[in-house]
């Protein structure tokens, strides 16, 4: 593959920029890659293993001469690290970012984005309960969505790299705008996390429940919420403060069917209940059939024989 | 292996009785199994792909002769079921069961028990979103525990060969008293699966965000949900009808716990979110070390390389 960027610069080395690295490299999507994180631990990983080319120690110096910046960072801490590296970018240089919150994340960015350089947000679907910089792999976004946010004025073939650059690295790309996608992101993503965080402090809280029992039968249904609950505790924080009013709206529908459904179990009320498991059903089916997840029972845990 | 009983009954053909089936003849754990199941589809199946030696027509036949009766219904039909075998079981038969709740059970099925006759309930941890007679596989149950529930005057030999079967089907067996079996599964099972057929509810709902991009961005999180939301809706009817109180109580806690985090989230409490997320990043690692689940990222959907 040609090369869709000369030199891309990865600032914050986690699960999704070493899984951009590993990514950019099997398909050679970058003549070059470098790499700068926050922590000197982080960086001596990064180092330790061969993520990146050249890991640096300040971002400014990661920065220079790239012609695709990535700001890989928790959502929280965008506008600091585009404060630190706007005056060594690379004149027209783009920058683009992974945050899963596209309205604040733009509104932190954009201000201090020198003349001649672009913004191209972007968030791709993927990620698993690990974090750091060796949890990335290759395969991480192959046939998971990657949302574009494409800013006025933008010129389309700047746009069209950033696109490029995801399809190399195995995604599908859709465009949408801000609002939109911190909306659908709030059903699809947000309010999942935070349930099934709360479920896991709940089982933790339990005294009477000792946590040896909670973990020892958790292959009942409570281990699927344990696997998005380990996720990476400062990422979470900030994607729910900064996607405040949308998370809000989508938790209190959530509240209001739970009480539906609460109030069916005291009452007694079989048909009602019945009816709502038999609807969930059919989504777990279109899921399967857009070829977001596999058919295998219990996620292919167990090999199957018959 | 010497078998542990001569002919096991199969009352029930789905999930759980077909992979006991499967499992039984792989590890040679009866010399005959039989089987009933109340929809004529279902034994028209069951007789197609070989799932159990002979498959009756009517529970009275398949439990004649029999020294296991295995009672593999959902929890509301339990009742109905030990009525129409009672007069037909062998003398001192043992019967037993795979419900998710266990108090109810015990007085569904107890009082019908003819002298001689002895209940050991049980309840294996184990099951995919699949149901059906098709969905049963061998190793459903390796690795998985399966609780016993002994009742007061069952001589400890029959309780003894009960547990023999399920070591033989691969799982490990403990033994609890029922209303402790009833609150623990509240929280690792019973409350979890509600959670998630509600969150999967509401994205059903929403017609803002259209039901194609709830299912096409679903890997973001949401797809976890909706796989335990695919589970059967009748045994979940059941399941929440007759374990009402202990569900109820931990869905009380759930809200509230809930609602302590939408507040930290509308007040900006980054410190109490990340503190919570901390913590229950530690139970996930405490499920692993137990060997209740995969360390493998996202349960090992995608093939990992660097």
New interface residues.
């Given amino acids: 593959m040609t090369p869709v960027y000369e030199r891309v610069a990865l600032i914050g080395l986690g699960l999704i920029a070493s899984s951009m690295f590993?990514g950019i490299r099997r398909s050679g999507l970058a003549r070059e890659v470098t790499g700068y994180a926050r922590s000197a631990e982080t960086r001596e990983t990064a180092r330790r293993?061969g993520l990146c080319d050249h890991v640096f120690d300040t971002a400014a110096e990661a920065v220079a001469g790239a012609d695709l910046i990535v700001l890989a960072v928790p959502v929280?801490a965008m506008e600091p690290v585009i404060r630190d590296i706007a005056d060594h970018l690379a004149p027209g240089a783009t920058v683009t970012d992974v945050g899963?919150v596209k309205r604040h994340v733009i509104s932190a960015v954009q201000p201090h984005l020198p003349d001649g350089c672009h913004f191209v947000p972007a968030h791709p679907?993927?990620?698993?309960?690990?974090s750091g910089p060796e949890?990335?792999?290759?395969?991480?976004f192959?046939n998971?969505?990657c949302?574009l946010i494409p800013l006025e004025n933008t010129p389309d073939q700047v746009v069209a790299r950033v696109r490029a650059l995801w399809e190399g690295l195995g995604s599908n790309v859709?465009e949408m705008d801000a609002d939109h996608h911190d909306?659908?992101?709030a059903?699809?993503?947000?309010?999942?996390?935070?349930?099934?965080?709360?479920?896991?402090?709940?089982?933790?809280?339990?005294r009477?429940?000792t946590?040896s029992?909670?973990?020892?039968?958790?292959?009942?249904?409570?281990?699927?919420?344990?696997?998005?609950?380990?996720?990476d505790?400062?990422m979470?924080?900030?994607v729910?403060?900064t996607n405040?009013d949308a998370?809000?709206e989508?938790?209190g529908?959530?509240?209001e069917?739970?009480f539906a459904?609460?109030r069916a179990?005291?009452t007694?009320d079989?048909q009602h209940?019945?009816d709502?498991?038999?609807?969930?059903?059919a989504?777990?089916?279109?899921?399967i059939e857009?070829g977001?997840?596999?058919d295998a029972?219990?996620?292919?845990?167990?090999?199957?024989?018959?």
Same sequence: chains 1, 2.
Avoid at 125 to 130: D, N, Y
Avoid at 276 to 281: D, G, I, V
């Fill in positions: 590993w293993i929280g899963s679907l993927a990620g698993t309960e690990h949890s990335g792999f290759a395969e991480l192959d998971r969505w949302l859709d909306l659908v992101l059903v699809t993503s947000h309010a999942p996390h935070l349930i099934a965080y709360t479920m896991v402090g709940v089982a933790d809280d339990l009477r429940v946590d029992e909670v973990i020892k039968y958790s292959a009942a249904g409570f281990r699927d919420f344990t696997r998005i609950a380990a996720s505790p400062t979470w924080r900030d729910f403060l405040k998370t809000l989508i938790l529908r959530f509240t069917e739970l459904l609460q179990i005291r007694g079989g209940l019945h709502y498991f038999t609807r969930t059903r989504i777990r089916r279109g899921i857009a977001q997840d596999i029972p219990d996620f292919g845990r167990t090999t199957v024989t018959k």
